[in-house]
């Protein structure tokens, strides 16, 4: 009776990991300067830990790293568009967004929630621009 029920709480616990293994669409690797690189998981990453290195091997590439310079590694899930949800950006730099047409439609204080639902690209002085969509 005592081991089925300690085997019983044991699924139960497995349970919600479980269930979050099966949503997991990536592997993200997060390093100290908090960069990240991400595999898909339908690539089959593996992990090797060397004495001094982590190495990842996919279908799609090979990335080593130093094992001092990992943060951390977790699972996570991904919209099948590809796009990630982000709740909030903060930067003291000069910021647009600009429409498809090329418009600059804000510059400076950005509010997204003001914007129709469309596609635009996020502009910032000193870094890449990026494309956005709001839903």
């Not at 269930?19 to 090797?48: C, H, I, Y």
């Not at 600059?104 to 129709?116: D, F, R, S």
């Amino acid at each position: 009776m005592k081991n089925s029920l300690i085997l019983t709480f044991m699924v139960l616990l497995m349970c919600p990991f479980a269930a979050m293994a099966e949503k997991a669409t990536q592997l993200v690797l997060t390093l100290t300067d908090n960069s990240t690189q991400t595999f898909l998981l339908q690539d089959t990453p593996k992990m090797t830990f060397g004495t001094s290195d982590l190495t990842i091997v996919s279908a799609a590439t090979t990335y080593t790293v130093e094992r001092a310079e990992v943060k951390n590694f977790t699972f996570a899930e991904v919209d099948p568009d590809g796009i990630h949800a982000i709740g909030s950006i903060t930067y003291t730099g000069v910021s647009r967004i600009i429409d498809m047409q090329g418009r600059v439609v804000q510059e400076g204080n950005l509010n997204t929630n003001t914007l129709p639902a469309g596609n635009y690209i996020l502009q910032t002085s000193g870094q890449k621009a990026v494309k956005i969509m709001k839903k």
